[in-house]
T-cell receptor
């Protein structure tokens, strides 16, 4: 149980393109979803936290107009990287949490984004 | 500033041997300590979660310990298998869901 599906797993596109990444909780309803970015040999860095039906909360230094997050339902959140540039190339991972309190975060398998 | 430091950065062990990974954290207010396993190119998978009042938690061949006084945690892997090769990430939680991730220890188990 508690499976999080992330799509696509790999994206290669030209500079200036916008890319949408989907994160779905397959067998549970996620009250909160999180978006992380991970550079090689670095730790996961939280980008934003999203709750269904409300605006995402972005971490300091993350441009909300650059990284658009939509959490339209309890099972789907999307991250759109707008006008992507080579420096946006990274491994993007979503996670979902059930309920409140100290609960496990269930991670997707990530999306490797390469901007040429 | 919340920080999580892990050691060693990488480790190579023979199949069947045991190993222990270390984690030091500075997180306030400290709430919980988590260990995740991350295979290359995959998302992290939860191994253990301990609240500040717990000292140890096991999950099969994985045993995590926590010393909240010294702000240290360890992950012990018993009778290692080739499939244990992965990065092991220590994560310190503040409050209900604010998490600080370590950079991980890359474990390689060789035959």
């Amino acid at each position: 149980g508690a499976v999080v599906s992330q799509h696509p797993s790999w994206v290669i596109c030209k500079s200036g393109t916008s890319v949408k990444i989907e994160c779905r909780s397959l067998d549970f309803q996620a009250t909160t979803m999180f978006w992380y970015r991970q550079f090689p040999k670095q730790s996961l860095m939280l980008m934003a936290t999203s709750n269904e039906g409300s605006k995402a909360t972005y971490e300091q230094g993350v441009e909300k107009d650059k990284f658009l997050i939509n959490h339209a339902s309890l099972t789907l959140s999307t991250l759109t990287v707008t006008s992507a540039h080579p420096e946006d190339s990274s491994f993007y991972i979503c996670s979902a949490r059930i309920g409140q309190g100290v609960q496990p975060q269930h991670f997707g398998d990530g999306t490797r984004l390469s901007i040429l | 500033k919340n920080q999580v430091e892990q050691s060693p950065q990488s480790l190579i062990i023979l199949e069947g041997k045991n190993c222990t990974l270390q984690c030091n954290y500075t997180v306030s207010p400290f709430s919980n300590l988590r260990w995740y396993k991350q295979d290359t190119g995959r998302g992290p998978v939860s191994l253990t979660i301990m609240t500040f009042s717990e000292n140890t938690k096991s999950n099969g061949r994985y045993t995590a310990t926590l010393d909240a006084d010294t702000k240290q945690s360890s992950l012990h892997i018993t009778a290692s298998q080739l499939s244990d090769s992965a990065s092991y990430i220590c994560v310190a939680g503040a409050g209900s869901y604010q998490l600080t991730f370590g950079k991980g220890t890359k474990l390689s188990v060789i035959p």
